[in-house]
Nanobody, 115 residues
Framework: QVQLVESGGGLVQPGGSLRLSCAASGSIFGRLTMGWYRQAPGKQRDVIAFITSRGETTYADSVKGRFTISRDDAKNTVDLQMNSLKPEDTAVYYC?????????WGQGTQVTVSS
């Protein structure tokens, strides 16, 4: 059973940067495609970036060119470097398997972009 713990969120001004980190337990982590999802108030949870076990990355159009996903299988972590943040990036961010996310989501980490 994989358990997920997200961290690194906070309040940042537009144009700023944050780096999110997801720590996962479980020996199968290295074989999973992992992604970052986000959920803004009143909206559904959507995947915005994911990385395969081979390190291939895919991004939603809304974050392409600004966000970078990476993974360290030795540490069982998946990070999301977020640059040029916009108010519309405000959301709770979660990591999970892509596709077919695990039922046990982490608590998420709040990102607020505001001046």
């Amino acid at each position: 059973q994989v358990q997920l713990v997200e961290s690194g969120g906070g309040l940042v001004q537009p144009g700023g940067s944050l780096r999110l980190s997801c720590a996962a337990s479980g020996s199968i982590f290295g074989r999973l495609t992992m992604g970052w999802y986000r959920q803004a108030p009143g909206k559904q949870r959507d995947v915005i970036a994911f990385i395969t076990s081979r390190g291939e990355t895919t991004y939603a159009d809304s974050v392409k060119g600004r966000f970078t996903i990476s993974r360290d299988d030795a540490k069982n972590t998946v990070d999301l470097q977020m640059n040029s943040l916009k108010p519309e990036d405000t959301a709770v961010y979660y990591c999970n398997k892509v596709p077919r996310p695990l039922d046990a989501w982490g608590q998420g980490t709040q990102v607020t972009v505001s001046s």
